[in-house]
């Protein structure tokens, strides 16, 4: 039943949340069942330019249902160049690409899952360095902020602004 609905019913947006799922415990033939749809789902040729589009409306779609974050602050998660941006940009390139790169299923994270990107020759190697920084930056401050019970996410925007704009790139390159 949930490959016939992942195959047959599922929005693109269950779709992104499989690059990120995982079979984390119970009975290892259900996981191995698991693994395999999650991978024939993944490998599923697609029609890019309307991926890309279904992707790019879903995310404007947050972004005008998000306020409007005060001038010169950053939210490090929500913020054109943050990290949904990224986290979306890194689950296109899975959809886009696992058909031909099966490399890309592999539940590696997203700085690994840049890599990959790059060794498939799908992003330019800089690029994914600038974007595998951004996010572990970004990472880092959000974690730092949330220790210190600032739950908000959100900080100056001089302080990230070159991940910032490498996120951005890596937008503009999958999505303009």
Request: with cysteine.
């Amino acid at each position: 039943a949930f490959a016939r609905y992942q195959e047959e019913q599922a929005w693109t947006w269950e779709h992104q949340a499989l690059t990120r799922a995982r079979f984390c415990v119970g009975d290892t033939q259900i996981g191995q069942a698991f693994e395999s749809i999650r991978n024939n789902i993944l490998q599923t040729p697609r029609d890019n330019a309307h991926l890309r589009q279904e992707v790019a409306t879903m995310r404007q779609k947050m972004r005008d249902n998000t306020p409007k974050t005060p001038d010169g602050l950053f939210d490090i998660k929500k913020d054109a160049g943050g990290l949904i941006d990224l986290e979306f940009a890194v689950q296109t390139l899975i959809l886009s690409h696992a058909a031909q790169h099966p490399t890309l299923c592999h539940n590696a994270g997203n700085i690994a899952l840049l890599g990959y990107a790059a060794q498939a020759g799908l992003i330019p190697d800089d690029l994914a360095i600038r974007t595998q920084n951004a996010y572990r930056h970004l990472r880092h401050t959000l974690h730092l902020q949330q220790l210190a019970g600032n739950t908000a996410g959100l900080i100056p925007i001089a302080q990230v602004q070159t991940h910032q704009e490498a996120i951005q790139a890596l937008w503009k390159m999958l999505f303009v």
